[in-house]
């Protein structure tokens, strides 16, 4: 049973920072992209960054302008576990954030990822 779980989430200042995580189960982790979206409210849900490997050992990231620069992907693939650091957070970048997987590299479309996990809050006050 493919699990997808998000932690890290809370209430902080613009200009702090939070680390999200995800711990994934049930599928082979290290062949999936993963990525995070995010949905504020009253706002689809968006793309904010991915990390992918191209068939190899080498994996890329890939952001969103919004987030470009402040957010960075890692992820630890003996873990199973995938990360997003995020600094220099704004207002703007309250939402839910979502953990996902999916096989189409490079894509930004919620729809080509498969599995998606239950989001964790990220709220930053001005």
């Known amino acids: 049973q493919v699990q997808l779980a998000e932690s890290g989430g809370g209430l902080v200042q613009a200009g702090d920072s939070l680390r999200l995580s995800c711990a994934a189960s049930g599928f082979t982790f290290k062949d999936y992209i993963m990525g995070w979206f995010r949905q504020a409210p009253g706002k689809e849900r968006e793309f904010a960054a991915s990390?992918?490997?191209?068939?190899?050992?080498?994996?890329?990231?890939d952001y969103a302008d919004a987030v470009k620069g402040r957010f960075t992907t890692s992820r630890d693939n003996t873990k199973n576990t995938f990360y997003l650091q995020m600094d220099s957070l704004e207002p703007e970048d309250t939402a839910v954030y979502y953990c996902?997987?999916?096989?189409?590299?490079?894509?930004?479309?919620?729809?080509?990822?498969?599995?998606w996990g239950r989001g964790t809050q990220v709220t930053v006050s001005s």
């Open positions: 996902a997987a999916g096989r189409l590299r490079g894509s930004r479309l919620a729809k080509d990822f498969n599995y």
């Open positions: 990390s992918f490997s191209n068939y190899g050992t080498t994996y890329y990231a």
